[in-house]
């Protein structure tokens, strides 16, 4: 009997069945209750308890620690300087092709000083085409 009145209690009020408690002193009620307005009416009366919720502790967020996993920073710096001097030196040995002031073979040979980091510089670049001219 208890089970079927609690799992009608717990539709009729859209709770669930662990939250609902009879008034052993009004059992016999209870026990008469067939229609949900009969269990709507011993809610008001008191004679079926709802307990409230529980709900589950709440965890706080911790603070993002800063690690040496979560530092970001450029690490290769070197690698970034040769990219950009390489890439500024190779379109300028390009253009000077294009212009007709350097051949093939030594436009050839400066790339190959190029990526061996032979010029600082454009301007160093610039001195040494001016030295194989003369």
């Given amino acids: 009997m208890n089970l079927n009145k609690r799992n009608l209690a717990a539709k009729t009020m859209k709770v669930g069945k662990d939250r609902i408690t009879f008034v052993r002193a009004r059992l016999e009620e209870i026990k008469e209750a067939i229609t949900k307005q009969d269990i709507r009416d011993l ?16 965890n706080t967020k911790r ?17 970034q300087e040769y990219v950009i001097i390489t890439r500024k030196l190779r379109s300028y040995v390009q253009e000077m ?4 002031k350097l051949n093939d073979e030594e436009g050839k040979e400066i790339r190959k000083r190029i990526r061996n980091r ?8 610039k001195l040494y085409i001016e030295e194989l001219r003369r």
Avoid: C, M
């Avoid at 308890?49 to 502790?57: N, T």
């Avoid at 603070?63 to 690698?79: A, C, E, L, Q």
């Avoid at 092709?97 to 007709?100: A, E, I, L, T, Y």
């Fill in 118 to 125: 032979a010029f600082k510089s454009k301007a160093n670049l």
């Fill in 43 to 58: 809610v008001v009366s008191g004679a079926i308890i709802i307990k409230p919720i529980k709900g589950r502790k709440t």
């Fill in 97 to 100: 092709k294009k212009q007709g």
């Fill in 63 to 79: 603070k993002n620690k800063r690690g040496t996993g979560k530092i970001k920073k450029k690490v290769n710096k070197r690698k």
